[in-house]
Nanobody
Framework: QVQVVESGGGLVQPGGSLRLSCTAS????????MSWYRQGPGKQRELVAE???????NYADSVKGRFTISRENAKKMLYLQMNNLKPEDTAVYYC?????WGQGTQVPVSS
C-alpha cells in the first residue's frame, strides 16, 4: 500500500525560507513523476511545481525563481525548497505521488 507523508511546514516570516519534504513508501518511486500542490485559504488547490521521473521540472509562474523542486530516488524523497516567501504563499502544501496524495503540511507566512 502506498503512503505519502509531507513534513517541514511551519510559521515563517515574509522573506524567509523553508524546505518541505515528502516521502512515499510502496510502489516503484523512481518511475513516477511527482508534484507539489497547495491550497490557500478560500482558494482552490493549485499546482506549485512538478518533476518528471527523468528530472524535468515545471513551476507555477507565481513561484518561478523562488521555489525549487528536487527528488532523491534512492531515498524515495521529494523536496520543495522555498525562498523569499510571501504572505500569498500561505497555504497547505500537498505532495502528490502518482495518483496518491499526502495529508498536507501547513505553511503560514506572516510577520
Amino acid at each position: 500500500q502506498v503512503q505519502v507523508v509531507e513534513s517541514g511546514g511551519g510559521l515563517v516570516q515574509p522573506g524567509g525560507s523553508l524546505r518541505l519534504s515528502c516521502t512515499a513508501s510502496g510502489g516503484i518511486f523512481r518511475i513516477y513523476g511527482m508534484s507539489w500542490y497547495r491550497q490557500g485559504p478560500g482558494k482552490q488547490r493549485e499546482l506549485v511545481a512538478e518533476i518528471t521521473a527523468g528530472g524535468t521540472t515545471n513551476y507555477a509562474d507565481s513561484v518561478k525563481g523562488r521555489f525549487t523542486i528536487s527528488r532523491e530516488n534512492a531515498k524515495k524523497m521529494l523536496y520543495l525548497q522555498m525562498n523569499n516567501l510571501k504572505p500569498e504563499d500561505t497555504a497547505v502544501y500537498y505532495c502528490r505521488y502518482s495518483s496518491y496524495w499526502g495529508q498536507g503540511t501547513q505553511v503560514p507566512v506572516s510577520s
